[in-house]
């Protein structure tokens, strides 16, 4: 599925899908030819009210009049904004150091663990997906992905079984960190089981050891809580933000939280460019979004989607951010099907296919993506 022109000149770590964009708007994207196409995950999560919202686009044009960018020695009053709203929505103290993805968020958690704890394992689980930089994608519980670049000795992997895990937390004298992503992004969409969270939080008070809430992409309201670790009774030490937050451009938070506010000093830690202040410009329009009724009926779109979907197969995940194990087994030579019938959609490893639907998506939306899935599935 690989386009032929510029191939030559960009590296071939995707398997692009064979049309060409000519725009977007709101749950939409229409091909050079003209052709629409209900786009189902958001540029992987990025838009989380769909192509071109224009309060985003308003937002982003107004600060580009005024600069694109300054530089860290200067301090932008939408950051004030955006670090303040992630902070105060964990119900904490805390301190925000802004990144340009999720990777580097993931990165700057890992040395504040490793400022605060020089030894130590750190706890991941299998299918966690924490970045693809070099200490990111040593958390990232992707062998396949992860062991021709980096083993780290430190880092161990579990599965998701109440009885291995228990063994672990009992048995390991030293653990530095347990790193958390209560719903599989790109791992396929299953939640945490509670008792292994009630675990978690019961070994803290023994080994002491920090809890770090990956919320790249279920975070910014997209389970129905503004934090996916809301829904369980867990209380991270950092909390791990980026995708959505940026309105389609770069932009990525690690919240510090609590004794871990303040463990960066003046130099030991920064960014040339995040956080860049157009981003933040659309970072605040849409927290300016994100509020009880939004997340209200992110429930409830949630809901209407599993009601409709789970006649095709098992649906995954939470609110809008779900997942589809389709009766009849799909993979990736199904996608140029859906593109045939308008659909964009996309198909994990495991044959479950995600849905990061935008958050202000409505019944009949949804209905149309059920419509023209069920085309795909049923000839």
């Known amino acids: 599925m690989h386009s032929a022109m510029g191939e030559t000149y960009v590296a071939g770590t995707y398997n692009r899908y064979p049309i060409k964009i000519s725009h977007a708007k709101g749950i939409y994207v229409w091909d050079k030819d003209g052709k629409p196409y209900l786009d189902t995950f958001m540029g992987i999560g990025v838009l989380l009210f769909g192509h071109n919202h224009e309060k ?91 062991s021709q670049f980096i083993n780290d000795e430190n880092v161990v992997f579990l599965p998701y079984d109440y009885e291995t895990v228990k063994r672990f937390l009992e048995d390991e004298e030293h653990i530095a960190a347990v790193f958390l992503e209560v719903v599989h992004g790109s791992g396929g969409l299953d939640v945490i089981p509670q008792e292994i969270v009630e675990l978690i939080s019961e070994y803290k008070k023994e080994h002491g050891y920090l809890i770090v809430a990956d919320e790249v992409q279920s975070g910014l309201g997209r389970t129905g809580k503004f934090y996916a670790y809301q829904h369980f009774s867990i ?49 605040r329009a849409i927290l300016e979004m994100i509020d009880e009724h939004l997340l209200n009926h992110v429930v409830e779109m949630g809901k209407y989607f599993e009601e409709r979907f789970s006649k095709l197969g098992d649906v995954l995940g939470m609110g809008l951010m779900r997942g589809l194990k389709p009766k009849l087994a799909v993979d990736s030579k199904w996608i140029e099907r859906f593109i045939n019938q308008g659909l964009l959609v996309n198909i994990l490893g495991n044959g479950v296919v995600r849905f990061l639907l935008p958050l202000n998506i409505t019944r009949e939306q949804i209905d149309e993506i059920y419509k023209r899935f069920c085309e795909v599935i049923e000839h």
């Not at 299998?126 to 930089?133: A, K, Q, S, W």
């Not at 933000?241 to 919240?255: E, N, S, W, Y």
């Open 235 to 283: 209380q991270p030490d950092i909390v791990t933000v980026a995708k959505g937050i940026g309105g389609g451009l770069p932009l990525g938070a690690c919240i510090m939280l609590e004794e871990y506010a303040d463990v960066f000093k003046t130099g030991e830690h920064g960014s040339t460019f995040a956080p860049n202040p157009v981003a933040l410009a659309a970072g």
């Open 56 to 146: 985003i686009i308003d937002a982003m044009k107004r600060k580009m009049e005024k600069y694109v960018h300054l530089s860290n020695f200067f301090l932008d009053d939408d950051a004030l904004f955006v670090a303040q709203r992630l902070v105060q929505e964990t119900g904490k103290y805390g301190r925000v150091f802004f990144t340009n993805s999720g990777a580097e968020s993931t990165e700057c958690a890992l040395k504040v663990v490793r400022k605060v704890k020089k030894t130590g394992k750190i706890l991941s689980f299998v299918r966690n997906f924490h970045g693809r930089t070099l200490s990111a994608l040593s958390v990232t519980g992707f062998e396949n992905i992860r």
